[in-house]
Every structure is written in C-alpha cells, then in structure tokens.
C-alpha cells in the first residue's frame, strides 16, 4: 500500500481546506521495483529455449486403477490353462461285488470236506450277509476298498496280511461289518489251515519220494 504524506499546511490555504498528498515520496524512498506484467522476458543468449518454472517442476503423477495389473478372475470362474481335463479316464475304478465275492466262496468251497459242515454253513450265511448289504448300498467306499485287498492277500496266502486288514476294518468300520466279519475272519483261518495241511503233506509226499529213490535196488 501507498504511503501517503501530508504536507505542512500552506498558510495560504484555509484552516478548514483539505490537505494535499503526495505520491512521489514512494520513488524518493528507494522501494523496491517491481516489473510490469506486461514485461517481456528476453530470449536466453546461448539460443537454448527457456523453459517456464510451472513446467520444470515435477508433477504428482494422477492416481488410477492401473491398466496393465491383472485381477483374480471372479468367483467361480477358472482360467482354461489349470482347468482339469475331463477326457483323462478316472485313475480309481469301483471296487466290484463280484470281484470280492467269488474269491470267497472258492475259499468255502476249498474248505468243505475238510472242516466240519457246520463252520461252512455259518461262513456261507455270514457271506450272503456281505452280498446283500453291498448290493443294497449299505458299505461304504472304503469299505469295499479293504475287503478287496482283503481277498488279494487271501488269494496270494499271505495270511498275516489278510489277518491285519480283518482287524482294521473291525476297528475303524465295525457298524458296518460286524454282522458278516466274524464269517470271514473264520474263513481266514480255515483256508489257512487247509494250506498248512496240504504244504505238509506236499512235504511228507517229497521227502518219500526222495528216499525210495535212495533205496539202492537188489
């Protein structure tokens, strides 16, 4: 703001004339200078253009969704390259009744004449037990599962391990194979028998053999 000076009254002037003011002190007090707006700024000598001060300052950069930024793809959607493959056969087929069933009933079948009626008649009950609660969907998966490499170890006479999975299906199933289990159990043990007896007697028929051939002749 413009300072303003009142000059000494003028003793030609009236008491009640107003004062005269003066704007000329503000040059004489050495203020500073300000350049007129309209004022154009001279090119720089080396040639080189000058830049505005608004335009070398950094700006922020704006702020947005980037374009480039991938997104999970919605709920229940799923990219085609980890989709599963559904012309791959299923790797786990379902265990079938027959192929459970037959194995058993050649195993009663092998015992009979060489144990007594009434434990093959018990084993035989206890086994249509087995076949109407799996027809019927009454077995669970796993189920099926063990008792089909129940009949494998049985087959192979690995009775130890046929033994082993009896148990384990007593143990974690036993709602669903303690009406027919105790059948098989029986089975087991009596298959097992009849095999001891006849590798024995397979024995005893080689060792006979063995010394009538070291019988020298007369």
Not at 166 to 181: A, N, P, Y
Request: with cysteine.
């Amino acid at each position: 703001m413009a300072e303003l000076y009142v000059k000494p009254g003028n003793k030609e002037r009236g008491w009640n004339d107003p004062p005269q003011f003066s704007y000329g002190l503000q040059t004489q007090a050495g203020g500073p200078k300000r350049t007129p707006l309209t004022r154009r700024v001279a090119a720089p000598q080396d040639g080189s253009p000058r830049v505005p001060t608004s335009e070398t300052s950094p700006r922020l950069p704006v702020m947005g969704p980037p374009s480039n930024v991938s997104r999970p793809p919605p709920l229940g959607s799923c990219p085609a390259s980890i989709a599963e493959p559904t012309n791959f056969p299923v790797i786990e087929s379902e265990t079938l009744l027959e192929d459970v069933l037959k194995p058993l009933e050649q195993a009663l079948e092998d015992c009979r004449g060489h144990t007594k009626k009434q434990v093959c008649d018990d084993i035989s009950r206890r086994l249509a037990l087995l076949q109407e609660q799996w027809a019927g969907g009454k077995l669970s998966r796993p189920v099926k599962k063990r008792m089909a490499l129940l009949v494998q170890e049985l087959s192979s006479h690995r009775w130890d391990a046929a033994d082993d999975i009896h148990r384990s299906l007593m143990v974690d199933h036993v709602t669903e194979v303690s009406q027919w289990m105790v059948g098989v159990k029986r089975l087991i043990a009596e298959k097992r028998s009849l095999s001891s007896k006849e590798e024995a007697n397979e024995e005893k028929s080689t060792a006979t053999a063995e010394e009538k051939q070291t019988i020298p002749s007369i």
